[in-house]
């Protein structure tokens, strides 16, 4: 089972260049969540999705957008990178809120 | 004043000890998520509860919905226990999971 793959694992960018991170997951879930940790800290919820051309801002939504117009699929484009923007990325989803949440391994990106 | 609390945020052990995690919200929830985080940064869900205790081999989670109270428990503990072990309550209000800091648990052989 592939549950939800993300790509790139790393990258570095340069200061003002775009990118996009891809999540995809094979188990038909609703919910989809975009979070990032910083070394030390916990999960801050980027953006989340409860279905197909649903889409709302969590807790730090600034310098990202996001789309769904899959249900298996949950890109986070990061425009205009910025060095604050250095940190894990994990994409996230559940079928609802209340079963089993399941995250990607992880998408490291540095911002030089 | 966080809406989910975890304590300790650190706890250093030797191995085959019994181990208790605690996490206590102010929020009104629908489940609540404990999750264990290695180095190296993968994320695995352990337990999902919304009322009573589980059991998964050595771990047991109880949830006490009258105090807004959780615990996370680990018997007979091992060096590969060692991780960040984190709690996240899923919200009433909305399709959020509210976030503890983690509690980082070593297991010293």
């Known amino acids: 089972n592939a549950g939800v793959t993300q790509t790139p694992k790393f990258r570095i960018l340069k200061i003002g260049q775009s990118m996009t991170l891809q999540c995809t997951q094979d188990m038909n879930h609703n919910y989809m969540y975009w979070y990032r940790q910083d070394p030390g800290m916990g999960l801050k919820l980027i953006y989340y999705?409860?279905?197909?051309?649903?889409?709302d801002k969590g807790e730090v939504p600034n310098g990202y957008n996001v789309s769904r117009s899959t249900t298996e699929d949950f890109p986070l484009r990061l425009e205009l990178a910025a060095p604050s923007q250095t940190s894990v990325y994990f994409c996230?989803?559940?079928?609802?809120?209340?079963?089993?949440?399941?995250f990607g391994e992880g998408s490291w990106l540095t911002v030089v | 004043k966080n809406e989910v609390e975890q304590s300790p945020q650190n706890l250093t052990a030797q191995e085959g000890e019994f181990i208790t995690i605690n996490c206590s919200y102010s929020v009104g929830i629908s489940a609540l998520h404990w999750l264990q985080q290695h180095p190296g940064g993968g994320i695995v869900s352990l337990f999902m509860?919304?009322?009573?205790?589980k059991k998964h081999g050595r771990l047991i989670a109880t949830i006490n919905i009258q105090e807004k109270h959780s615990s996370l428990h680990i018997t007979a503990s091992h060096p590969r226990d060692s991780a960040v072990y984190i709690c996240?309550?899923?919200?009433?209000?909305?399709?959020?999971?509210?976030w503890g800091a983690g509690t980082k648990l070593i297991i010293k052989p």
């Open positions: 999705s409860v279905g197909a051309g649903i889409t």
């Open positions: 996230a989803s559940s079928s609802e809120i209340r079963n089993t949440i399941y």
């Open positions: 509860l919304s009322s009573g205790k």
């Open positions: 996240a309550v899923g919200s009433n209000s909305n399709y959020q999971l509210i």
